[in-house]
C-alpha cells in the first residue's frame, strides 16, 4: 500500500491549545464539524504559536491573503505547514522550504485521516458494512449495506477508512470490507479447496523482502509491505470459508494457514488465490490504493 507515514510528518496528541478550539476535522469552518465547544471559531487559531496542520490537496501557496494574488510555490497533499496567523478566510503559513504564504482556511486540516488520494471506481460492499459521517471508529452509523451493494469510491488512503459516495451523500467505510467483485457463496469452497491443495513453499533465489529494503522485485512482480491490524481481514476470509489460522511467523511475516498473506488488485487476483512472493507462496486477502496504480503489485502483510 501506499507508505503516507513516509512523507507525512508525524505529530503527537491533538491539535489544542489553551484558550484556542481544536480545528475541524474535515477542513470544514462548519461549527458542527468541530470538536470541543463549537461556540469557538477557527479564528482563535490566531492565538495559537505555530499550530501544524495538513494540506487536504495540492494546494497554491499565495503571497498575500487574496486568492487573486500571485503563487509563491505549491505543496502536495498531506504536507505539513504551520499556522502564523488566521486572517478571515485566510490562512498565513509557513511551509517545509522556509516561505511564508497564505492559504484558504478550507484547504487545512488537523487528521490525516481525511487526506485521499482521488479515486474514481466502484466497489461492492460485505453485508453490514458500517457507513459512518467521520473516517473514524467513533464517528456515527449512518446506514449500512447489504451484500454486494455498490459504493463509489472517491478517496483511498493507507489508514482504516476511504471515502465513499452512496445516492449522492458521503461517507466513510473500512477499506477492509470492499471487495473489487461481487461475493457470492459459491466461493468460499474455491477458495478453500486451493488453499489447501496448493503447493505452500516455492523456491526463489533472488532477494527477498525485509524491513531494509522496504520495496523488490519478487517472482511475481514488485513486492511492498504494510502493518495493520488483520483482524477485519480475517474475518472477511472466514466469510469466504477459510479457517486456517491466523498466525505470525518467527521472521514477522503475517500468515494464514501455511500462506504468506498479501494485498493485492483484486479484479487481476481475486481473494483466497494464491501467488508466489519472495517469502513463500502468498494467498491474497486485502487490496489496497496501490492497485489501481500497478495492477501487478504484492503489499505483504508483516509486523515490521
Known amino acids: 500500500m501506499n507508505k503516507y507515514t513516509k512523507f507525512i510528518p508525524v505529530f503527537a496528541g491533538l491539535l489544542l491549545f489553551p484558550g484556542t478550539q481544536l480545528y475541524a476535522l474535515d477542513g470544514s469552518k462548519n461549527g458542527a464539524n468541530l470538536i470541543g465547544n463549537t461556540s469557538t471559531n477557527?479564528?482563535?487559531?490566531?492565538?495559537?504559536?505555530?499550530?501544524?496542520?495538513?494540506?487536504?490537496?495540492?494546494?497554491?501557496?499565495?503571497?498575500?491573503?487574496?486568492?487573486?494574488?500571485?503563487?509563491?510555490?505549491?505543496?502536495?497533499?498531506?504536507?505539513?505547514?504551520?499556522?502564523?496567523?488566521?486572517?478571515?478566510?485566510?490562512?498565513?503559513?509557513?511551509?517545509?522550504?522556509?516561505?511564508?504564504?497564505?492559504?484558504?482556511?478550507?484547504?487545512?486540516?488537523?487528521?490525516?485521516?481525511?487526506i485521499f488520494v482521488a479515486e474514481n471506481v466502484t466497489m461492492y460492499a460485505s453485508k453490514g458494512t458500517e457507513l459512518r459521517s467521520i473516517p473514524s471508529d467513533k464517528g456515527e452509523v449512518l446506514r449500512t449495506t447489504e451484500l454486494n451493494d455498490e459504493l463509489q469510491i472517491t478517496g483511498s488512503n493507507d489508514l482504516k477508512y476511504w471515502r465513499v459516495v452512496v445516492d449522492g451523500a458521503t461517507y466513510y467505510v473500512d477499506h477492509e470490507q470492499l471487495n473489487v467483485k461481487k461475493t457470492y457463496a459459491a466461493t468460499a469452497a474455491v477458495v478453500t479447496e486451493s488453499a489447501n491443495t496448493a503447493q505452500a513453499t516455492i523456491t526463489w533465489n533472488g532477494t527477498a523482502l525485509n524491513p531494509s529494503s522496504g520495496t523488490i522485485i519478487g517472482p511475481s512482480g514488485k513486492e511492498t509491505y504494510y502493518n495493520l491490524n488483520m483482524s477485519g481481514v480475517v474475518n472477511i476470509?472466514?466469510?469466504?470459508?477459510?479457517?486456517?489460522?491466523?498466525?505470525?511467523?518467527?521472521?514477522?511475516?503475517?500468515?494464514?494457514?501455511?500462506?504468506?498473506?498479501?494485498?493485492?488488485?483484486?479484479?487481476?487476483?481475486?481473494?483466497?488465490?494464491?501467488?508466489?512472493?519472495?517469502?513463500?507462496?502468498?494467498?491474497?486477502?486485502?487490496?489496497?490504493?496501490?492497485?489501481?496504480?500497478?495492477?501487478?503489485?504484492?503489499?505483504?502483510?508483516?509486523?515490521?
Request: aromatic fraction near 8%.
Open 42 to 114: 477557527f479564528e482563535n487559531l490566531s492565538t495559537a504559536k505555530m499550530q501544524k496542520m495538513y494540506l487536504l490537496s495540492d494546494t497554491k501557496i499565495l503571497t498575500s491573503n487574496s486568492t487573486a494574488s500571485a503563487v509563491l510555490e505549491t505543496q502536495l497533499s498531506g504536507t505539513q505547514v504551520s499556522v502564523v496567523s488566521v486572517d478571515g478566510s485566510m490562512c498565513q503559513v509557513l511551509t517545509n522550504t522556509g516561505n511564508i504564504g497564505y492559504v484558504s482556511i478550507d484547504a487545512l486540516t488537523s487528521q490525516k485521516e481525511y
Open 237 to 304: 476470509m472466514r466469510g469466504m470459508g477459510n479457517t486456517d489460522e491466523y498466525w505470525v511467523r518467527e521472521d514477522g511475516v503475517k500468515m494464514l494457514g501455511n500462506y504468506v498473506m498479501v494485498a493485492a488488485n483484486l479484479s487481476l487476483r481475486p481473494r483466497g488465490s494464491l501467488v508466489q512472493t519472495s517469502l513463500g507462496m502468498g494467498i491474497v486477502c486485502d487490496t489496497g490504493g496501490f492497485a489501481y496504480s500497478n495492477t501487478t503489485q504484492l503489499d505483504i502483510a508483516v509486523a515490521w
